[in-house]
């Protein structure tokens, strides 16, 4: 059974501050996708990876992903109030952009 | 982009009733869809993948008969709960990706808040 886990669960930051979300899996897979969810709604697609050594940034966000250890992170740089949100990473078991297994979420909260 | 919609955005009812919820993808075609179950604060949940003209499979520990999907075409999916409990109660997201694109996002519904009372 594929787990995947986000740690930490809950971040509490200053804006300004850099930090970065674990996202850990059981199973080899080469797709990997963040989502945030702002509270009462639904999910929003931050980024696809699809390879080892894949890296993708958009504005304060930049997430990575290591197939090898089974590893992705997504890194918040200087964070502001508008990143307050939870964060979901999701794993693709089959390779097939299908079906996925989410990490518990990881629920941030930037302080002003 | 693509737009994935969700009707209605939150329903009550009673124990006993059932609820149909509506999933449409409205720029695009989706030969599949995927019904998730979201609790308070936690992680969504996988409950049934729905496969156009053909039947939903189901993940495990979730009833069939209760959960009734149905994928009647590319752009539309329903999921129906049937006889209705307070347990039951949750937030219901869709999902569908773009047909003819391998490695785009799923793209995810609004969300349908159920309460059963």
């Known amino acids: 059974e594929l787990k995947v886990e986000q740690n930490p669960l809950f971040l509490s930051m200053q804006e300004g501050k850099n930090y970065t979300i674990y996202c850990n899996y059981s199973?080899?897979?080469?797709?990997l996708y963040w989502y945030r969810q702002d509270p009462g709604k639904s999910l929003e697609s931050l980024f696809v990876?699809?390879?080892?050594?894949a890296v993708k940034q958009e504005g304060r966000l930049m997430a990575s992903l290591d197939t090898k250890a089974r590893l992705s992170t997504l890194h918040i740089t200087a964070a502001v109030h508008d990143l307050s949100a939870t964060y979901f990473c999701a794993v693709d078991p089959n390779n097939a952009g299908n079906m996925l297994t989410f990490g518990g979420g990881t629920r941030l909260m930037v302080k002003p | 982009g693509a737009v994935v919609s969700q009707h209605p955005s939150w329903v009550i009812c009673k124990s006993g009733t059932s609820v149909k919820i509506e999933c449409r993808s409205l720029?695009?075609?989706?030969?599949?869809m995927f019904w998730y179950r979201q609790f308070p604060k936690q992680s969504l949940m996988l409950m049934a993948t729905?496969?156009?003209?053909?039947?939903?499979?189901?993940e495990q520990g979730v009833e069939k008969d209760k959960f009734l999907i149905n994928h009647a075409s590319l752009t539309l999916s329903t999921l129906t709960v049937t006889s209705a409990h307070p347990e039951d109660s949750s937030f219901y997201i869709c999902?569908?990706?773009?047909?003819?694109?391998?490695?785009?996002?799923?793209?995810f519904g609004n969300g349908t808040r159920l309460t059963v009372t």
């Open positions: 720029d695009f075609q989706a030969t599949t």
């Open positions: 999902s569908a990706r773009e047909r003819r694109r391998g490695n785009s996002p799923l793209h």
């Open positions: 990876l699809l390879s080892n050594g």
């Open positions: 729905s496969n156009e003209g053909s039947k939903a499979t189901y």
């Open positions: 199973t080899t897979s080469d797709r």
